[in-house]
């Protein structure tokens, strides 16, 4: 599903000019800006936008209208490279962004100059279960379990699918799935699990609502979905696995269509702010791991011994109920020896989980 | 008014019937090109790009010959059920009255107008484990329908309920009260004078709106996306795998996939032009 839609706030604003010629007449015409994100942050992007807005406005005098669009981040890359002129990407995987410096329309350079790498939130890995976890769900071993049923969107069709799949194939990898060892532990593990699958939503936004409508046991799914379910007053439960892996999610300006849309300014100054402390805060409270370490310190997730400037304080608060736990092993993708490597492991057309899923018994 | 390079005036009736033989034609004959033929043609292009080989693998990898063979069936029985209580409702509709029938008569269409995305969810809705129809279905009974291959059938006979009905309704409009009561006079009881009077007159129709209602279910993706698990070789239809397939970047599967789906439908839209046929002859 692909939505698109008019930025209420900027909407206001140009309702608002409307009233005021004497300042409209001076003002520079509305820019328009076109978001592509995968479906999960689409609310955290609702709460940064106006924060833009407003910024751009004060610093240049120049509306933007922001035009959003969501849907599965696999999805959304090819929209993109297919002919989808969007000025900025926000994307599940990095995997989704190099499809787009393939297709020639982002640089190569697109996070050499950025100090975190492109990567402007992260998550973890974690396990939704029910209010009394009634399966006694503790960790990933018990997904395997017979007659567990498992939520997980589909790894062909969805980024966050394939996070899914890696921190299930790590934690086996490295001993942390007892009852599955030796050589053959990730692909043992991976077929109880995916034969366990009752629904392979096409994105991971899907997935956690058909977990919600109370269909089965346990969904593997991200703990900003958990978060921001509590947050909204839901009743399911979640586990932490011992070992689970760090979700990074980039965001880039594609260069070509921004040279065509004349786009480039304001595209640039979006991504960059997204990395201020507010937006990254905007982030945290949606249930988001910030990335800088400011925000990161204020959220009790700052390094040992860190020496860390203080973050000023904005507009946007910090929402002291969201902790942010340390699991026992947090593992990045280049445990798999980064993205490309991990891709042809799993996903590619003779992927471990590739064979697994056309081998799942019918 | 219409003049020739020298100045005289031709005659506006030939011109007009000049552009109505041959413009109408190629407008006509153009559209059905551009628009239907050169698409149809593109995907088996690009079915068979690789080659005869890939095709044949393509479309016998065990989850495309599954996901084929489960939408066949899932369409098949629908089919059935379909013809039997289309035929029962376009009769009821022509042969009775009761309070409500217009209204009736309009909801038949309802399915046309739906999104079928939107019927997905209502089954979810609807059959979901937070209802009471869903838990006494999955604790009393022990049925699954949602994602499971129930909850594809009802999707696809909401999808395909007014086909049979609409195309059987108006033949029985014209069969002539004096035929029926004809068999009737002679003794005949009313199932005998649906039997061996009405039902031959209609069974052409019946035929063509259940290959309709087929030809549409194969098709089917929006519902079947929403009450379907995609799981590979358990609940993933013809459809979903195609899906899979184009987000997964593999066109040339897709595209093979896709020629198999054509095939049927190329079958089923000639079989309903020989019953159309044989009903107009």
């Known amino acids: 599903m692909k939505h698109l839609k008019l930025t209420l706030a900027a909407a206001g604003l140009l309702a608002l000019s409307a009233f005021a010629p004497v300042a409209a007449q001076d003002a520079p015409e509305p820019i328009t800006l076109t978001l592509a994100g995968y479906a999960v942050p689409r609310e955290a992007y609702g709460d940064i936008i106006p924060l833009f807005q407003r910024y751009w406005l004060d610093q240049t005098g120049q509306q933007v209208i922001v035009l959003e669009s969501y849907q599965a981040s696999g999805a959304q890359s090819r929209a993109v490279a297919g002919g989808f002129a969007a000025d900025v990407v926000a994307l599940s995987i990095e995997p989704d962004i190099t499809r787009l410096v393939d297709a020639g329309l982002v640089s190569e350079d697109w996070k050499d100059d950025n100090p975190y790498s492109g990567i402007v939130t992260q998550s973890l890995v974690v396990l939704a279960v029910r209010a009394d976890n009634p399966k006694n769900i503790l960790d990933w071993a018990d997904l395997a379990a017979e007659g567990v049923e498992i939520i997980t969107p589909d790894p062909a069709t969805s980024g966050g699918a394939q996070w899914n799949i890696l921190g299930a194939a790590g934690a086996a ?148 109920s969201i902790v942010y736990p340390a699991v026992e092993d947090e593992f990045t993708i280049e445990h798999f020896g980064g993205w490309s490597e991990a891709r042809a492991t799993y996903f590619g057309d003779e992927g471990l989980f590739t064979r697994i899923a056309a081998e799942i018994q019918g | 008014m219409a003049f020739d390079s020298t100045g005289v005036q031709t005659n506006p009736r030939d011109t007009d019937a000049v552009f109505g033989k041959w413009g109408l034609r190629w407008v006509a004959l153009g559209y059905l090109t551009m628009f239907i033929l050169v698409p149809v043609l593109v995907i088996n292009v690009q079915g068979l790009r690789l080659g005869l080989d890939v095709f044949w693998e393509s479309i016998t990898r065990r989850e ?218």
């Open chain 1, 173 to 320: 990898e490295r001993g942390f799935v007892p009852g599955y060892e030796g050589e053959t532990a990730v692909a043992d593990f991976l077929t109880a699990l995916a034969g366990n699958v009752l629904v392979f939503d096409r994105d991971g936004r899907e997935s956690y609502l058909t977990f919600e409508r109370g269909i089965g046991d346990v969904a593997i799914t991200y703990e900003n979905e958990v978060i921001g379910a509590a947050l909204a007053g839901g009743t399911d439960a979640y586990v932490y696995p011992a070992s689970t892996i760090l979700i990074e999610n980039p965001v880039a300006v594609v260069d070509t269509y921004v040279d065509q849309n004349g786009t480039r300014e304001v595209a640039e100054a979006f991504v960059e702010f997204l990395w201020t402390a507010d937006a990254q805060r905007a982030f945290a409270n949606r249930g988001f791991r910030p990335v800088t370490p400011e925000v990161r310190a204020q959220y009790g997730l700052a390094e040992e011994g860190e020496e860390i400037a203080e973050a000023g304080a904005g507009a946007v608060e910090v929402n002291a």
């Open chain 2, 64 to 281: 495309a010959v599954s996901a084929i063979w489960l939408t066949i069936t899932s369409s098949a029985i629908m089919t059935v059920i379909n013809v039997v209580i289309g035929t029962l409702t376009a009769y009821v509709l022509v042969h009775y009255r009761f309070p409500g029938k217009r209204l009736f008569n309009t909801l038949v269409d309802l399915p046309f107008a739906i999104p079928t995305m939107v019927t997905g969810v209502m089954l979810v809705v609807l059959y979901g484990p937070q209802t009471a129809i869903g838990q006494f279905l999955s604790d009393e009974l022990g049925i699954r329908v949602l994602f499971a291959v129930p909850g594809i059938i009802l999707a696809l006979l909401f999808v395909g309920y007014p086909f049979v009905i609409r195309t059987v309704q108006p033949v029985l409009l014209k069969i002539e009260a004096a035929q029926t009561e004809a068999a009737q006079t002679i003794g005949a009881s009313s199932w005998t004078t649906f039997w061996r009077v009405i039902f031959p007159i209609i069974r052409p129709a019946i035929l063509t709106g259940a290959l309709l209602s087929f030809a549409r279910s194969l098709g089917e993706f929006g519902s079947i996306i929403v009450v379907a698990g995609n799981i590979p070789n358990r609940t993933q239809t013809a459809t979903a795998y195609l899906y899979t397939q184009v987000e997964a970047g593999n066109l040339q599967a897709a595209s093979a996939v896709s020629m198999v789906l054509l095939l049927v439908a190329f079958a089923i839209t000639i079989g309903v032009d020989v019953f159309r046929w044989r009903r107009h002859a």
